[in-house]
C-alpha cells in the first residue's frame, strides 16, 4: 500500500514564525501536491512538482514555498506565519499519468494554527 | 474555466436506505473524474474514478458513481447506507489544460441509526 506520511498532526504557531511541513512517500511516485483545506472551500492546490527540484505554482502558492531534495520527501514552507494560513494541510503523492489517470495518495493531514 | 460543483452542503439518509451524493462538472474535451472520502481527523481516500469506459462505475466499500455526459454529473451512489459512510466526500475532475484535480467543495453525508 502506498503510504503519504506527515511530520505532525498538529502544530501551534505564532505570528511570524517560519514553519515547515514535510511529506514522506514510500511509493517511488513523481508527483507529490501540498493542499490546504478549509470549510466550505474544500481543497486548494497551493504548490505541485512533477520530478526532484521541481516546483509549480498551484491555485494559492502567496506566503508559502516548497521544497524537493529528494524524490520521496516535498517540504512545505510558510516563511512567515499569518493567522490566515490556520488550516488543515494535506499532502498527496501520485505517478507520473504517461497516459493513465492515476489517482492521488493523501497524507493524514497537518492542522495547523497560528495565533 | 473548468470547474465542478457539489451543490448539497450535507445529505442525511437513514441507515440500509439508498444515498446519492452530487457532483456535476464543466471540462473541455473529455472528463476524468473522481470520488474521495475523508473520514473524522485523516486524510482523504480514493473511492473511485472515472476514465473511459462503461458509465457505471464500481468503487471501494460498495459505493459506486453514474457517469451521465448529457447532465454533465457524476454522482456517487450506495444502495444500502451504514452509519460507518458518515464522513465528507469529495468529487475532483482533472483540469484537461493543466492537468491539477479541482475539487468540489465536499458534502457531509451523515447516515443515522
Known amino acids: 500500500d502506498v503510504k503519504v506520511t506527515q511530520s505532525s498532526r498538529y502544530l501551534v504557531k505564532r505570528t511570524g514564525e517560519k514553519v515547515f511541513l514535510e511529506c514522506v512517500q514510500d511509493m517511488d511516485h513523481e508527483n507529490m501536491f501540498w493542499y490546504r483545506q478549509d470549510p466550505g472551500l474544500g481543497l486548494r492546490l497551493i504548490y505541485f512538482s512533477y520530478d526532484v527540484k521541481m516546483k509549480e505554482k498551484g491555485d494559492i502558492p502567496e506566503g508559502y514555498s516548497v521544497s524537493r531534495e529528494k524524490k520521496e520527501r516535498f517540504s512545505l514552507i510558510l516563511e512567515s506565519a499569518s493567522t490566515n494560513q490556520t488550516s488543515m494541510y494535506l499532502c498527496?503523492?501520485?505517478?507520473w499519468g504517461q497516459g493513465d489517470i492515476d489517482e492521488q495518495f493523501f497524507g493524514p493531514g497537518t492542522r495547523l494554527t497560528v495565533l | 474555466a473548468q470547474s465542478v460543483a457539489q451543490p448539497e452542503d450535507q445529505v442525511n439518509v437513514a441507515e440500509g436506505n439508498p444515498l446519492t451524493v452530487k457532483c456535476t462538472y464543466s471540462?473541455?474535451?473529455?472528463?476524468?473524474l473522481f470520488w474521495y472520502v475523508q473520514y473524522p481527523n485523516r486524510g482523504l481516500q480514493f473511492l473511485l474514478k472515472?476514465?473511459?469506459?462503461?458509465?457505471l462505475v464500481k468503487g471501494s466499500y460498495g459505493f459506486e458513481a453514474e457517469f451521465n455526459k448529457s447532465q454533465t454529473s457524476f454522482h456517487l451512489k450506495k444502495p444500502s447506507a451504514l452509519v460507518s459512510d458518515s464522513a465528507l466526500y469529495f468529487c475532483?475532475?482533472?483540469?484537461?489544460?493543466?492537468?491539477?484535480?479541482?475539487f468540489g467543495t465536499g458534502t457531509r453525508l451523515q447516515v443515522f441509526p
Open positions: 475532483a475532475v482533472r483540469d484537461t489544460n493543466t492537468d491539477k484535480l479541482i
Open positions: 498527496a503523492s501520485s505517478l
Open positions: 472515472y476514465i473511459t469506459g462503461d458509465n
Open positions: 471540462v473541455s474535451g473529455n472528463p476524468y
